[in-house]
């Protein structure tokens, strides 16, 4: 269709217009978030309060003009705030909270991190997409695998042993006796760590196929003198050693994965028979319009960029994607051999489903 002979509303096209520049800011503002998080300019603003761009710049030993041009950005995207009987920038308590506070479940610096690292690597997704190849999460850039886990940690230290844990039927009780657990695609360990912390009586191995990230798991496990208790192994989801275990979890990574199904498969040969796995996901509706919202559309943004080329530089290559919905997570355990699946919990961001044999 020739879109010059359809009637052009120039109200509606300006207002898209604005609305593309809004997002272009947007878009940069994540390079801006990053950039206040390394150079100490939030920190500054939480421990000083109110500065002037001099004033920024000399706490935190920067060019004066690199700190008033980033003020200004942040004060014209509601950021921070300006107080222009003083010429000074403060941090509300509510962005002090979410940029700076990274025990807050609220906290986002990570997922500016993860969202700044994504689109560096946007170019060569580019190239894959005109042949299908992948891109795998060890060839991503650091910000991406330290953005992640300082993105889903605050939520998960908030969750999963206060609320995700407990809406387990039959669960807390046998970590809290002493149980075998496996946590797959654990990435730094974070999770894993989470619940060992909090259950002195299991044991749990972690596993992932990003060595390095593994090999930093290992170290904090070293550090927190739970070596003993907690172990780190290489390797994908379908090679799950071990077992019996009583309790398998994924957290946020079943989508990625090149062959969901054959990693069910596998969790299905190692889980007791009256186990639990334990599956969070993104959440999302069924339907894919169900899922036109912000926090969908973030997911379907770090999905193709991201997820999605993750899946397809591995074996199978399912591409289920990030937004892919209770049905087809359902669909993914049956085809393995499991009969019992439920929500469990959701929160805004997460659907925690348990699965049975």
Not at 94 to 99: M, V
Not at 101 to 107: G, I, K, N, V
Not at 306 to 316: F, H, I, R
Request: net charge negative; with cysteine.
């Amino acid at each position: 269709m020739n879109t010059t002979t359809i009637p052009v509303d120039p109200e509606k096209l300006m207002g898209f217009v604005l609305r593309s520049v809004e997002e272009a800011g947007a878009a940069l503002n994540c390079a801006l978030v990053v950039m206040g998080q390394r150079l100490g300019y939030y920190r500054c603003l939480v421990e000083h309060g109110p500065c002037t761009p001099a004033e920024l710049a000399e706490h935190t030993g920067t060019d004066e003009h690199y700190a008033r041009e980033w003020l200004n950005a942040q004060a014209a995207g509601s950021f921070v705030a300006y107080d222009d009987s003083t010429g000074r920038y403060h941090l509300p308590p509510e962005q002090a909270t979410a940029l700076y506070d990274e025990t807050s479940p609220a906290f986002v610096g990570g997922l500016f991190q993860l969202a700044y690292g994504t689109l560096r690597d946007a170019t060569h997704i580019v190239e894959v997409a005109r042949t299908g190849d992948g891109m795998g999460w060890g060839e991503h850039n650091s910000d991406v695998h330290v953005g992640c886990e300082r993105f889903f940690l605050p939520t998960y230290a908030a969750q999963i042993v206060d609320n995700w844990i407990p809406a387990l039927e039959g669960v807390a009780d046998r970590l809290a006796d002493g149980a075998r657990v496996a946590d797959v695609g654990c990435g730094h360990g974070g999770s894993t760590l989470l619940m060992a912390r909090a259950f002195p009586n299991s044991t749990f191995v972690g596993t992932d196929v990003h060595a390095g990230s593994v090999e930093t798991a290992r170290q904090r496990a070293r550090e927190a003198n739970a070596d003993r208790r907690v172990s780190f192994e290489v390797g994908s989801a379908d090679q799950l050693g071990g077992g019996p275990y009583d309790l398998v979890t994924m957290f946020d990574c079943l989508h990625d994965m090149g062959d969901p199904i054959g990693a069910a498969r596998r969790v299905r040969e190692v889980i007791a028979e009256d186990g639990s796995w334990m599956i969070v996901e993104p959440a999302a509706g069924d339907r894919v319009q169900d899922n036109f919202n912000p926090i969908g559309r973030a997911y379907y943004g770090f999905s193709t960029l991201l997820c999605t080329p993750s899946s397809l530089a591995q074996p199978v290559g399912l591409a289920l994607g990030t937004q892919a919905g209770p049905a087809r997570i359902r669909d993914v355990v049956t085809a393995a051999g499991f009969t019992r699946f439920r929500v469990a919990a959701q929160t805004p961001f997460n659907h925690v489903f348990q699965v049975r044999p």
